[in-house]
């Protein structure tokens, strides 16, 4: 999914819904993933797996077409992931009230 999302950003946005988002920027693009992010929150609060599953795909796919706009590779996230695994969740946590 993560190639063929960058291989929209070549494509004209009149062809492509992925390419539209690259076409319309940052805002387009962050304005989706709070809404799929808010539809997520609401499926969760009812309690509907079906609806979270749809919702959870949607987020994902928004935030992938962001890393792709901002030129993130998924390894650079995998490898943030990777170097909290040797924290716990609460020493990787309070880690982060030291950052400025």
């Not at 949607?58 to 935030?63: A, G, Q, S, T």
Request: net charge negative; charged share 35%.
């Amino acid at each position: 999914l993560f190639e063929t999302i960058v291989s929209r950003k070549e494509e004209s946005p009149d062809k492509s819904y992925t390419a539209r988002l690259f076409s319309k920027g940052d805002e387009k693009i962050l304005k989706k993933i709070g809404e799929e992010a808010a539809e997520l929150l609401i499926a969760g609060a009812k309690d509907q797996r079906r609806e979270m599953i749809y919702e959870t795909a949607d987020v994902l796919y928004h935030i992938l077409v962001l890393l792709v706009h901002k030129n993130i590779s998924l390894s650079e996230i995998f490898l943030e992931l990777e170097s909290r695994m040797s924290l716990s969740g609460l020493e990787e946590k309070a880690s982060r009230k030291e950052k400025p």
